[in-house]
């Protein structure tokens, strides 16, 4: 195995059980290459969150292994945190702080300061199109800006591996495709990322490889274009991800309800 392909992200035979009898994950294993951009998809409930919250260390599983950037997360949750970054379904910004201050903060943590911060916290505010925005509290940014000050504020310590929880879900398509924009460059820079989206078009265009989550197992990977290729087309017509993803995860909601109850 060549160094490029040796996989950045591992998630091996992972199985979560939440009380109540909930299977959340069971037996899920992907692994995602340096400086791509990998995304996870599959219907509400299938385990995605799950499989973020395990790789950035919220949470353990009951078995199998994860690790990132050749770190054990379950045995070395302190240094695989060091080199990820993460942003959940929800925002982490202190509103009563400047967007500027957000970041400052993040890189106190992870042990920056002085000049090296503060160069890097303005790169990063420049970056993301927060520049004119900096010196006010997070709280009157929009939905798209906090996002993307979410996102620059994990990015502060320059980690390897970023993972975005349905990024732009609530974004309007300006500032979806800004922020893809963004995720393309980071990657294109080495920046591995690993999202969770139900925009499958989104998947489509950027991911260089997708994983279909249902029911706590991958059920399909692959490129985009090799997951379409993969399923019969109906009368001819190339067969688009929506497809793909009906095939393997499609069911009405009604089934999807209590499926995962053991
Ligand atoms: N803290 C928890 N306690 C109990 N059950 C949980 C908990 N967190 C998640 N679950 C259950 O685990 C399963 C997987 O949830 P998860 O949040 O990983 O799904 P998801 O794929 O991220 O869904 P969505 O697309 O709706 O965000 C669901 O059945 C969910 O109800
Ligand atoms: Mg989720």
Redesign the pocket.
Known sequence: MTREETPIVVADDLRKD???G?R?LDGLTFSVSPGTIFALL??????????VRILTTLTRPDQGRAAVAGIDVLAEPGRARSVIGAVG?HSGAVGLLTGRENLAMQGSLHGMRGKELRRRVTGLLGQFGLADAAERRARTYSGGMRRRLDIATVLVHRPAVLFLD?PTTGLDPEGRADLWAVLTELASTGTTILV?T?YLEEADQYAARVAI?DRGKIVAQGSPGELKAGIPAASGIAASLDDVYLHHAGRSFRQAEGV?VA
């Open positions: 939440y009380r109540g909930v959340a599959g219907p509400n409930g299938a385990g995605k969150t799950t499989t379904q349905e969770t139900h989550v995962l």
